[in-house]
């Protein structure tokens, strides 16, 4: 079964699918700017609690294009002791309910991954 649609009703149809996207623009926005808080956050922890000397922002966080309401928060860190590598995670996952963590150590890390976040990550 078919249907045909006036031309208000494709109007109106479209109208709609334009507010649709510019609302899940604006969500995906403030969502992306409350990780980068919360990023700082845990950069600060990372240095204070865990002797960071370097902590990067990388991934889709960094990157903002592919940044989604499903997206975690990629830092990589120099510093750490690898010892204290999985408590700091532990500790950042604790940071907010909104997001999760990925953390690598810089100095752990294969040569690849690593030259890739530091031509790419964004220090903080």
Known sequence: M???LTAQQLD????TMHRRAAEAD???AERRAAAWAV???AADLLRARYGATRVLAFGSLAEGTHFSA???IDLAAEGLRPSDHFAALGRLLTLSPDF???????GACP?????AIL???VPL
């Open 111 to 115: 040569r690849g991954l690593s030259a």
């Open 119 to 121: 031509a790419t990550g």
């Open 100 to 106: 999760e963590f990925d953390l690598v150590d810089l």
């Open 39 to 41: 990023a700082r956050e």
């Open 2 to 4: 078919s249907s045909t």
């Open 70 to 72: 499903r997206s975690d």
């Open 26 to 28: 604006a969500r995906r």
């Open 12 to 15: 109106a149809y479209r109208q």
